[in-house]
């Protein structure tokens, strides 16, 4: 089961999450492998599957939850995509989302809280300093719930973290043919995982993949 994908190791969690039929995919799994969640979560636990503290009130997902977007969002995150990481928070799934894209695609991590930009910057330039030098992965700050126009439209869009109701402007900024998937429900409860697809002519269906509870999707403010 998902919350007994404990690893001993940084291979060790990747295989428990793939043995637990999280990890469906070898796409993911290779992608997952190849990002060792200990350069984005500082804490002795980083191979364990649940959510860590990374400063300003906020956490990184645990790791089930990582797999499960990355599969929901896979096939939107074939060579050459964009995409958009709203609320990258560590810089954990962005980079693995940047991995997936190849050399021709370009993923966006966008967060309200400078330091934590800081730190994904800091965090993916540990082993994986080409994405950030080649532009295939660039992080900004800015109000997440906004999208990032200036890199739209996005194949697939991802957020991290739980809104009342799902931004307008984020299924604005989705291409025709992607897939957003994002937490939706109030601060401090059970929400909904909610996948929201946008077919080839622009109408958009949604669907609940399951409950989760996730940090609010709120400005700086109200966070810090």
Known sequence: MAWRSHGKNHRDLI?????NGIIKSTTVYNAMLAVDRKDY???REAYK??????????????????AHALETLVAHLQPGSRAL??????????????????????????DHIKDLVELSKSNTAKS??????????HYVVGDGRKGYSEGAPYDCIH?????????QPLVDQLANGGRLVCPVGPS?????????DKDENGKITKKKL???VYVPLTDKSKQV
């Open 41 to 43: 979560c500082h804490t």
């Open 188 to 196: 401090g409860s059970v929400q909904d995982f909610i996948q929201l």
């Open 15 to 19: 295989d428990q999450l793939k043995s």
């Open 49 to 66: 599957d649940n959510p860590q503290p990374i400063g300003s009130n906020v956490t990184i997902s645990a790791p089930h939850m990582h």
């Open 210 to 212: 399951m409950g989760v």
């Open 128 to 137: 994986h300093g080409a994405l950030l030098n080649s532009n295939r992965l």
């Open 85 to 110: 990481d709203v609320g990258s928070g560590s810089g954990y799934l962005t980079t693995c989302m940047a991995i997936m894209v190849g050399e021709a695609g370009r993923v966006v991590g966008i």
């Open 159 to 167: 957020v991290g973290a739980a809104a009342p109701t799902l931004p």
